[in-house]
């Protein structure tokens, strides 16, 4: 016998039948997910079960440290804990007044068997529509100051999927238009990422709780596995920590459609800790109009000068326009030294507690007082943040004194540009979404919270569910808005706004400026109908919309206007009713502060019929629907202004047809009658 020709082919039989350990596992309250945790030659991994389908394959765990062993080999199981939860928690403001918070919680401790013997911990949890996971590192003997170079950390999705991704490590920040490819042909991207499989699964990885930690991109490694790539610090490694200390969760959202994946977002919430700023009373949802528009129509400057916008006769212009249509808020930008000249990326001349010469801030601040309405204040850095840091908290009293209690910051640079200055001489270059930057985002919102200041920051850190713990955090940009419509280069296609719906929004509440009822930016046509303009205060939350036109132009669009004036800023409940990503979306949204409902529907460059059942609607009540809609011949490129105003009773239980034009939408008040 030759026995030795034999023994290569009976060793890779061997090897084949070697399976990982699972050591570990636990499902969802309704047994609809399953996550095992595995241990294979000392690896730790995770694998994700739908129904009993694979959906995340066996991915792996662990960290590559800074001047030490990564923390990924020779791993075993020390203990596993196993707990649940479920809680109905009530949000101050937000999409739905209370959320519910269901999961099933699996706490594993694994441990190094050989050499440093250090340990690490994994907890899970598991709801029916989604799973987050993260990591605890206590302090020992060999984990004590860590410096992270990355996390191991992947996510193998296991069937075909088309994705909706934007790049990360690139210049411009968030503000990309999200590309629609195969996920095995994904580079790096943000987070969240969309996802549909062959079979029509809905997924979206993300991550919630970013706290002192560098903000998580995901890179394609092979196929369609993925692994966290960490935005780099200027130190060259990517988080450096005190032990004990624990990552921010890991998300992944898993839903049988667009309109449910939407709604499993709200794990990104619970994920988070809950308020930590007690009474939120004084921050009051509100739409706000504002000096801003004519700046990106180039018809005024932020700059000192003849076209100067932060003039007060301007601003008393503004201030009468929110007070005549019952907007709580005038944001006015270019108020501040530092305009003049080359400002972009380069912030040092920036001063944020003085006004120049036209811009009478007390007497402004006092004005608006008298008339009902309040200044948003604007920080922008140009990047030069320790610049701004300098100045934080002197610049907050100075607005908190003249009653300002919101403020848009900005942080316009290119990524991997923001200026740090540590006073050692040494100027540091760092990400937007780096450690050093998540830390700076926290101070301005837990500082401007000690004043009763309401944050919303432009060029920012992504939404990862912090609104829930710190609620003066009320919105943020992150991605392309509305003033993509006015320069071009591109400007922002038809399906943009549905394409954000069920990519960016997954995160949180946009500053995305929607209302543009003129349709016109600097020398083009902005790619919606008048209807659209509408059913985006509905489609697109923000818990602060601004009414961005000029006043001139509602004045010219007085019916359409009418819905802006009377749509709200915050909600007792939301329901997607229908939608694709990239495609068309309808959601209805219940006022908090009466029984009125509102609906938005739009679509992108293709006309569509939609019909919704009114189910949403009171039973006991009858509504007067307020109907704006695309007219006959409408069309975002040929007709934008085709638009017709009507109305009819309807009740609970009755269906409507929303015929959208290319580019258009549908927007509609049920104005409740008495029962």
Excluded: C
């Excluded at 692994?227 to 988080?239: I, M, N, T, Y």
């Excluded at 309405?373 to 934080?392: D, M, N, P």
């Excluded at 919270?449 to 432009?458: C, P, S, V």
């Excluded at 919704?612 to 040929?638: K, M, V």
């Amino acid at each position: 016998m030759r026995i030795p020709l034999l023994l290569p082919a009976v060793l890779a039989l061997a090897a084949l039948t070697v399976r990982a350990e699972k050591v570990a596992e636990i499902a969802s309250p309704g047994n609809v997910l399953k996550v095992e945790l595995h241990i294979d030659e000392g690896r730790a991994s995770y694998r994700v079960l739908r129904f009993g389908e694979e959906i995340i394959a066996p991915s792996r765990l662990g960290f590559l440290l800074r001047d030490a062993e990564k923390l990924e080999r020779n791993l075993a199981l020390r203990e596993a804990t196993r707990g649940s939860h479920e809680e109905t928690w009530e949000q101050p403001w937000g999409e739905r007044r209370f959320v519910r918070d269901h999961h099933n919680a699996l706490r594993a401790t694994l441990e190094e068997t050989i050499h440093l013997k250090r340990h690490f911990e994994l907890e899970f949890r598991v709801f029916d529509d989604g799973l987050g996971f993260r990591y605890h590192l206590p302090k020992q003997a060999n984990l004590d100051l860590v410096t992270i170079d990355d996390e191991l950390t992947e996510i193998a999705i296991a069937p075909e999927s088309t994705a909706w991704w934007i790049p990360a490590g690139e210049w411009n920040r968030y503000e990309y238009l999200y590309q629609k490819t195969p996920l095995r042909e994904v580079g790096q991207a943000h987070t969240p990422i969309s996802l549909r499989t062959a079979d029509g699964l809905h997924l979206a990885l993300h991550e919630a709780a970013l706290v002192d930690y560098s903000g998580m991109w995901l890179r394609r490694v092979k196929g369609q596995r993925f692994r966290a790539q960490l935005s780099p610090a200027s130190e060259g490694w990517k988080v450096q920590r005190q032990a004990p200390f624990h990552t921010p969760w890991r998300t992944i959202q898993i839903a049988d459609s667009a309109p449910a994946l939407y709604r499993s977002a709200d794990l990104i919430l619970n994920l988070n800790e809950p308020n930590k700023l007690g009474d939120i009373g004084w921050f009051t949802p509100h739409k706000y109009a504002g000096v801003w528009w004519e700046m990106h129509l180039d018809t005024a400057s932020w700059a000192r000068g003849p076209k100067h916008g932060a003039n007060n006769a301007n601003v008393r212009r503004h201030i009468d326009f929110a007070a005549d249509n019952g907007f709580r808020g005038v944001l006015v930008e270019g108020w501040n030294p530092g305009w003049d000249g080359n400002w972009f990326g380069n912030g040092n001349d920036f001063d944020f507690t003085r006004w120049v010469d036209d811009f009478d801030l007390p007497a402004l601040a006092a004005y608006a007082k008298q008339r009902g309405v309040r200044l948003i204040g604007h920080h922008e850095t140009g990047g030069a943040v320790s610049h701004y840091e300098k100045q934080l908290e002197a610049a907050l009293d100075l607005y908190a004194k003249h009653g300002v209690d919101a403020i848009k910051t900005g942080y316009v640079a290119d990524a991997g540009q923001i200026e740090r200055n540590d006073g050692d001489g040494v100027i540091r270059r760092e990400w937007h979404d780096g450690q050093w930057m998540v830390r700076h985002h926290l101070r301005v919102v837990t500082e401007a919270a000690k004043r009763r200041i309401a944050i919303n920051a432009h060029e920012p850190v992504k939404d990862t569910g912090l609104r829930r713990t710190y609620p003066n955090w009320v919105a943020r940009e992150g991605a392309r808005g509305m003033e993509y419509a006015a320069w071009g280069n591109p400007t922002n296609p038809p399906e943009h706004e549905a394409n954000l719906v069920f990519t960016r929004m997954l995160s949180g509440p946009m500053d995305f400026t929607p209302g543009i009822l003129s349709l016109a930016g600097r020398g083009q046509a902005v790619q919606t109908t008048l209807a659209k303009q509408l059913a985006l205060y509905v489609v697109i939350y923000s818990p602060i919309q601004m009414v961005p036109d000029l006043p001139e132009h509602y004045a010219e669009r007085g019916k359409a206007f009418q819905f802006i004036r009377d749509v709200p800023a915050d909600w007792a409940e939301t329901r997607v009713l229908n939608g694709e990503i990239g495609d068309y979306v309808t959601f209805a949204r219940k006022d908090r502060r009466s029984e009125d409902w509102y609906l938005g529907s739009l679509t992108d460059e293709h006309g569509r019929v939609l019909e919704i059942a009114l189910d949403f609607l009171d039973p006991a009540r009858s509504y007067t629907a307020q109907i704006y809609r695309d007219g006959q011949f409408a069309h975002w490129r040929e007709a934008p202004f085709d638009f017709v105003v009507e109305q009819r009773e309807v009740k609970a239980g009755e269906r409507m047809t929303l015929r959208l034009a290319a580019g258009g939408g549908t927007a509609i008040r049920f104005k409740a009658e008495r029962p």
